[in-house]
């Protein structure tokens, strides 16, 4: 018997070991990025043969000539110029309207397009965009019924890869947000509701704020002026307190001068497209702080015209100049069958779209170095991400892009995206995601398939 004791305490001693050296936590990989070219978007600077270690999802160590260790799996993008990854601040996934059948009028697209299937389209968008290039972006309402919250999360659990997404939820606005609703519309809620959130009253304010987060928003999108009673000054600081409850900022989509100014007055924290803001705003956003997402769109063979590219080029210049904090973003939600490469013929994939916007950029006459932290710091600031994302330093997860050339001499280097990292990641390698060629931008096919591929 006494035998039999010696051998269970011996296991047991044993199987303790076990447990214990299982407790252990594993070393996460480390993986050795050689950078030929790494650009600090802070100060507009870079600096030659930079080793970046990234071990598990983070960045442990920047620096020329860092001993790589034993064991170490070794990127050489030497002939590369690397970068933190981009940001579109201000997009929807979700919705892509068409010239036909809704001769691009997004209202009836609410009504031609399903809910699962805009989702399963904003899947697709957020491979596109990563592949591009863009490892965050802040999508920001028009996305079928929380469409966007739910990307979020399938990306968060490793379901499919894209951007860290910075979602609103529906918009929240006073009736009917940006529709001028029917009755039936407006009081069966059947087409309205998911794309908007009535808030007609402080209580209504509050609520809504409360169920985007409820429902995972991670940022709040007010229609500040859809309609001409709009949002109060208090209305909107009653906004921004609930959110903060919820680690929210606000943004505020604004189309008159008059709705811009109360946006201002009330503090909030970005102001979406710059069409309606004066050179006025501009001084005072600047000296508030307040990010405008601009969406400032290119005049292309698919997209604008000539005199709306002049107004949208001027009003970016004046923000420049008067030092307002400046992001890069789109408002990309439609598609049209001119959407082709001029020289090969392909189709644009939504992140070849995206990129584009830097024709507005340029004939601004702003210099690349400011381009570039739009781009990014910025970026990561308005989606207010960048206490540990964004930057190339230690303890910050590894979102890292690298293209040929030098995009601090000539910014559309970034249209070539050869490397893409998040978090750690590797999704791109040698220009090749695959299947790249998959992807395609077009919106939903109507039942009669007025469009094809
Ligand atoms: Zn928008």
């Given at each position: ?145 929380y469409a966007d919250t739910a990307l979020r999360q399938a990306i968060e659990q490793g379901w499919l890869p894209g951007p860290t997404l910075i979602p609103s939820g529906p918009m929240i606005g ?280």
């Amino acid at each position: 018997m006494k035998r039999i004791w010696v051998f269970l305490y011996t296991l047991s001693i044993l199987l303790i070991g076990v447990v214990v050296a299982q407790a252990q936590p594993k070393a996460a990989p480390i993986t050795a990025i050689k950078a030929g070219r790494l650009i600090d978007p802070e100060t507009g600077t870079a600096s030659t043969s930079q080793v970046i270690l990234v071990e598990g999802e983070k960045i442990k160590a920047v620096g020329p000539n860092l001993t790589i260790p034993a064991g170490a799996t070794v990127i050489d993008l030497s002939k590369l110029t690397m970068l933190p990854g981009l940001v579109d601040a201000h997009t929807h996934m979700a919705l892509t309207y068409k010239e036909r059948p809704e001769n691009d009028y997004y209202y009836l697209t609410y009504i031609t397009d399903s809910s699962p299937l805009r989702a399963i389209q904003a899947a697709s968008n957020a491979i596109q965009l990563l592949n591009s290039g863009f490892t965050v972006v802040r999508d920001v309402g028009n996305n079928a019924l929380y469409a966007d919250t739910a990307l979020r999360q399938a990306i968060e659990q490793g379901w499919l890869p894209g951007p860290t997404l910075i979602p609103s939820g529906p918009m929240i606005g006073s009736t009917g947000g940006q529709f001028w609703p029917t009755p039936e519309m407006y009081k069966y809620h059947n087409i309205m509701f998911p794309e908007y959130i009535d808030a007609n009253s402080p209580d209504e304010i509050v609520r809504a704020v409360r169920e985007n987060m409820l429902f995972g928003a991670r940022t709040i999108k007010l229609c500040i002026d859809c309609k001409p009673w709009g949002y109060s000054v208090d209305d909107i600081k009653l906004a921004i307190r609930e959110a903060a409850k919820g680690g929210c900022k606000v943004e505020g989509h604004v189309q008159t001068p008059e709705g811009a100014q109360r946006a201002i007055d009330a503090g909030i924290y970005i102001i979406a497209h710059g069409d309606a803001l004066t050179p006025e705003h501009h001084r005072q956003m600047a000296e508030k702080g307040i990010f405008l997402t601009g969406t400032d769109t290119p005049f292309t063979p698919y997209r604008g015209s000539e005199p709306a590219f002049k107004k949208t080029v001027a009003l970016l210049r004046d923000a420049w100049e008067k030092k307002v904090p400046l992001t890069f973003s789109t408002d990309f939600d439609y598609w049209n069958d001119r959407m082709k490469d001029e020289k090969t013929g392909e189709w644009l994939t939504r992140g070849d779209l995206t990129i584009d916007f830097l024709k507005t950029w340029k004939e601004a006459g702003i210099p690349a170095a400011d381009i570039l932290r739009a781009m990014t710091i910025n970026g990561y600031k308005a989606a207010d991400i960048i206490q540990g994302r964004g930057p190339i330093k230690p303890g910050f997860f590894a979102d890292l892009i690298a293209v040929t050339g030098d995009p601090l001499a000539d910014v559309d280097a970034l249209r070539s995206v050869q490397f893409v990292m998040k978090n750690g990641m590797v999704f791109k390698r040698d220009g090749v995601m695959v299947p790249e060629k998959f992807f395609h931008p077009g919106p939903v096919r109507t039942p009669n398939g007025r469009w094809t591929r």
